[in-house]
């Protein structure tokens, strides 16, 4: 909004700095400065619909790197090897930690994903992160489970990167 003032400023001073020139036009040196206000009005129209587009694509570019920024962060939080290998209770700490992260950051996502075309993988995205969360949280107490679920939890997080990556793939194409 404030770059739309001060565009309109800056019209309305050229306009009126316009005037004021043509109103001393018996001064021969201030000639030079004389333009039909059709010419004005044709640059401020051409000058007005390039700056349109040249900020809505810049709009589009920065929410896809930052789509792109968050796909990976989540992407090495999932990789840690302690999100499948959990051994004790500062594992589980971590993992509780990192749940609420990338539930946040999948959040994002799924609000982002109907304009960038993505809406069926950040689904998926859902879908396998909650599955890995209930795996997880059904045996919070019980630590010794979690060695015969490593391979399952492992599946999980692999499938829930591969489809965070495809997730990126897309918004590279778009």
């Avoid at 570019?61 to 500062?90: C, N, P, Q, W």
């Avoid at 109907?114 to 950040?122: L, N, P, S, V, Y």
């Avoid at 599955?131 to 939890?153: A, F, M, Q, R, T």
């Amino acid at each position: 909004m404030k770059k739309i003032i001060g565009v309109s400023l800056f019209i309305v001073i050229f306009v009126g700095f316009n005037y004021f020139i043509n109103g001393l036009s018996d001064i021969h040196a201030l000639k030079f400065f004389l333009v039909p206000f059709r010419d004005i009005l044709n640059i401020f129209f051409i000058s007005g619909v390039v700056y349109f587009f040249v900020e809505y694509k810049n709009d589009t570019r920065g929410t896809k790197k930052f789509l792109e920024t968050i796909a990976s962060r989540m992407v090495k939080r999932i990789e840690d090897t302690r999100m499948y290998h959990i051994r004790d209770k500062a594992d589980i700490g971590y993992v509780r930690i990192v749940q609420k992260l990338v539930s946040n950051e999948l959040s994002i996502l799924e609000k982002c994903s109907k304009d960038f075309g993505f809406e069926e993988e950040a689904v998926y995205c859902r879908e396998k992160f909650t599955k890995y969360w209930d795996l997880v949280s059904d045996h919070i107490e019980n630590i010794k489970k979690y060695e015969e679920l490593e391979i399952e939890l492992q599946n999980h997080i692999v499938n829930l990167i591969s489809n965070i990556e495809f997730i990126t793939l897309k918004l590279h194409k778009k």
